[in-house]
Nanobody, 127 residues
Framework: QVQLVESGGGLVQAGDSLRLSCAAS????????VGWFRQTPGKEREFVAA????????WYSDSVKGRFTISRDNAQNTVSLQMNSLRPEDTAVYYC????????????????????WGQGTQVTVSS
């Protein structure tokens, strides 16, 4: 099982940028897909972005496409989420998730498809 720890959250103003990081331990991520999800109180966890480590394939939710960029760092065994042009509606707890690569995983936006999760990091965007 891979362990995940998120960092980089904080309080920013609308239009600002933040960079979240997801550090993995216990396993190398070279055979994993890693995703970011977010959740606000009273709502279900929402898919944000994901990356397939082996080939760098990425996919995004429509709400963040063009503003957020997911990337991987092989040497550090981390995945980052660069968030630009932040909006108040981006306010949420952001979670990193990972799943061992398997057919059918590419392009998934389902929380249930990811088996390892971090504790989350709060992102608050003020208007």
């Amino acid at each position: 099982q891979v362990q995940l720890v998120e960092s980089g959250g904080g309080l920013v103003q609308a239009g600002d940028s933040l960079r979240l990081s997801c550090a993995a331990s216990g396993r190398t991520l070279s055979s994993y897909a890693v995703g970011w999800f977010r959740q606000t109180p009273g709502k279900e966890r929402e898919f944000v972005a994901a990356i397939a480590w082996s080939n760098g394939l990425t996919w995004y939710s429509d709400s963040v496409k063009g503003r957020f960029t997911i990337s991987r760092d092989n040497a550090q065994n981390t995945v980052s989420l660069q968030m630009n042009s932040l909006r108040p509606e981006d306010t949420a707890v952001y979670y990193c998730a990972a799943e061992y690569q398997r057919p059918g995983l590419w392009g998934t936006r389902l929380e249930a498809d990811f088996g390892s999760w971090g504790q989350g990091t709060q992102v608050t965007v003020s208007s």
